[in-house]
């Protein structure tokens, strides 16, 4: 049943805090760090020599965030804290939104700090921070959360399909385990998508569905590995890419839907089973901005 299935975990592309260096300002010469040493109009640098890393990320029954095993940098199991959501200006007026996430030792003292932009940075640019938002849980969950795209066709309660765009929150929808379940929440994001941000495209007939299916990289399907048909594991789309008839698309802007029920559910999109949104701490933090506070009182904490 659906409660044996394992949490859902992201992947996210992180530079490390020394590749934003401060060269002009209060805290000229230091790199980039958490919300509470940061001081407004310093001008940050990114370096020419920034690697890209990928940040595993899962939560825990308790709601915190993690490292996950299977993390490209970071120490699995540490404790991630969301610290802040900076605003950097460019000269041109552009602005540009970077996460900051710290990562914590047992005795709670910073190992690592890592930044998550959410547009492409460029070298030798005076990016001056205008803005600091310590309430950035609302960016992190539509970074962070499985999410379908316009266009996909959700199956109804009555078995018709309904595109995601046309959804509303109390409409009946099949689930895999659970019978007929109403959605309570409906959230949608616009991204650029670029590396690990950019969706995974299905091709009709890949692993037995009757249109083209785009979800984000880490959103899980029932698929069987080895022979491509459904209802065997659930898989992330990233893993089932071949180069063919499953890519990744990378480029331009890409328009994210999730779908939020009284618990973490299996549904139909295009006629493959696919995982909705987890109600953990990524959907919790974020409840001031997109969740009714009286729904949120009434979901399963997970503890």
């Known amino acids: 049943m659906i409660s044996a299935i394992a949490k859902p975990a992201a992947s996210l592309p992180v530079y490390l805090g020394r590749d934003l260096t401060c060269m002009h300002g209060a805290n000229e010469g230091d790199d980039l760090t958490f919300a509470a040493e940061l001081a407004l109009d310093d001008a940050y ?28 940098t970071g120490t699995p ?10 605003t950097f200006m460019s000269p041109d ?21 890592y930044a998550l ?9 005076d990016y001056t921070l205008v803005g600091i938002d310590r309430d950035a849980a609302h960016k992190f969950a539509e970074v962070a959360c499985v999410s379908f795209t316009r266009g996909t066709k959700i199956t109804l309660a009555s078995g018709a399909q309904k595109k995601i765009e046309a959804l509303k929150i109390g ?20 991204v650029r998508a670029v590396g690990e941000f950019a969706p995974i495209a299905i091709r009709k007939g890949a692993v037995n569905n009757a249109h ?5 990289p880490d959103h899980r399907l029932f698929i069987d590995r080895t022979t491509g048909k459904t209802g065997e ?19 331009g802007f890409v328009e994210y ?20 949104l987890m109600v953990d701490a990524r959907v919790r933090d974020s409840e001031p901005n997109k969740v009714d506070r009286e729904l949120a009182d009434t979901l399963p904490s997970h503890a």
């Open 212 to 216: 083209d299916l785009v979800v984000s």
């Open 117 to 125: 932009p959410l547009a492409p940075l460029s070298p030798r640019v």
């Open 45 to 72: 640098w990114f370096s020419e020599d920034a690697a890209q890393h990928r940040l595993g990320i899962q939560s825990t029954n308790t709601g915190a965030i993690t490292v996950s095993d299977d993390t490209g």
């Open 77 to 86: 199991g540490a404790v991630l804290h969301l610290d802040s959501c900076l």
């Open 257 to 276: 839907f999730q779908l939020l029920f009284d618990q973490h559910e299996i549904i139909y999109a295009e006629g493959i089973a696919a995982e909705t």
């Open 171 to 190: 409409d009946r929808v099949q689930t895999r385990d659970n019978g007929v379940q109403e959605i309570r929440w409906i959230g949608h994001s616009t």
């Open 233 to 251: 594991g659930l898989v992330k789309a990233r893993h089932l890419v071949n180069g063919d008839t499953i890519t990744q698309q990378d480029g």
């Open 93 to 113: 007026g552009a602005t540009t939104e970077v996460l900051v996430l710290v990562e914590l030792d047992r005795a709670d003292a910073v190992t690592a700090v």
